[in-house]
């Protein structure tokens, strides 16, 4: 009886293990699965609840030099307090565009950091100490992220990517099974759909993807996933169809518009004082 249940057990183990082999062979087809960061690097992606809006904390193990990626006003002390907290030091605030719905806390971060510097794209008009166009790179410790200039849901937006981390950060450019809207700030869905296509979609499919946003509770994609499962811009899509989808959203415009654009035009300063949220 004992010898029987054992080698019911053996079976059970055997093909519970060959099942896994199994899924791990037909996830690998579609060729999305996900490499481990490397031991030197350090990352941290925040949330903001009320703008649905993703932060990005990246380090250097080694010197400790870090960026912040897409910060929000309300935020910035969280962050500080965060970055402090692992003993980094905040090299660079990086932004990937000029934001619609938050005021960004690039402003405020620089009035709490010593000696940070803001980067923007030379295209998004705004205010910054370091302006970036595409193929240039950020360095911080032995850690680079390469700009790629991907307009369409504005004309200043880009992407940035760690090729040693396999990570696009990719701003309202492509979300995840989604994509950023085009009907206002410059906003062209031809172009759009060629960034994403050239500029994103060209990096090898296990890249992760970390958007701005998300509004349904997910964390990051693949390059492979979008490619596959982008409902807008999937490689089923035709540019005709992506323009054709684009023009019948019928969203209403962001609420702080009005209030977000200016402030980000002039990195979250008025007056050289950041905005109260």
């Known amino acids: 009886m004992i010898g029987g249940t054992l080698k019911k057990v053996q079976w059970t183990i055997t093909f519970a293990l060959a099942h896994c082999v199994s899924s791990a062979r037909n996830y690998s087809s579609v060729h999305i699965l996900e490499n481990a960061f490397s031991n030197g690097f350090l990352f941290r992606q925040l949330f903001d609840s009320i703008s649905y809006t993703h932060?990005?904390?990246?380090?250097?193990?080694?010197?400790?030099e870090c960026v912040i990626i897409d910060p929000v006003l309300e935020q910035a002390d969280r962050d500080v307090t965060l970055i402090n907290q692992l003993g980094l030091t905040l090299k660079y605030v990086i932004n990937t565009h000029v934001h619609a719905d938050h005021i960004t806390g690039t402003g405020?971060?620089?009035t709490m950091v010593n000696n940070v510097q803001s980067i923007i794209s030379k295209e998004s008009g705004a205010q910054a100490d370091i302006h970036v166009t595409h193929g240039d790179t950020i360095d911080f410790g032995d850690q680079q992220l390469e700009v790629r200039a991907t307009p369409g849901h504005?004309?200043?937006?880009?992407t940035y990517v760690n090729q040693g981390e396999g990570m696009a950060?990719?701003?309202d450019t492509l979300l995840i099974r989604g994509c950023?809207?085009?009907?206002?700030?410059q906003g062209d869905s031809h172009k759009l759909f060629q960034s994403v296509r050239k500029e994103i979609f060209s990096l090898p499919d296990?890249?992760?993807?970390y958007p701005a946003h998300d509004y349904h509770g997910f964390s990051h994609s693949t390059v492979g996933e979008?490619?596959?499962?982008?409902?807008?811009?999937?490689?089923?899509?035709?540019?005709?169809?992506?323009?054709?989808i684009m023009?019948?959203?019928k969203l209403s415009l962001p609420k702080k518009i009005d209030v977000a654009v200016p402030a980000n035009m002039k990195c979250g300063l008025q007056d050289g004082v950041p905005i109260e949220p």
């Open 169 to 171: 950060f990719t701003g």
């Open 247 to 249: 023009n019948n959203l």
């Open 180 to 185: 950023g809207r085009t009907d206002f700030q």
């Open 55 to 64: 932060t990005y904390i990246l380090a250097d193990k080694l010197s400790k």
């Open 108 to 110: 405020k971060i620089k």
């Open 154 to 158: 504005t004309d200043g937006c880009v």
């Open 226 to 244: 979008e490619k596959l499962y982008n409902p807008r811009l999937g490689e089923q899509i035709s540019e005709e169809k992506f323009v054709e």
């Open 206 to 209: 296990h890249f992760r993807v």
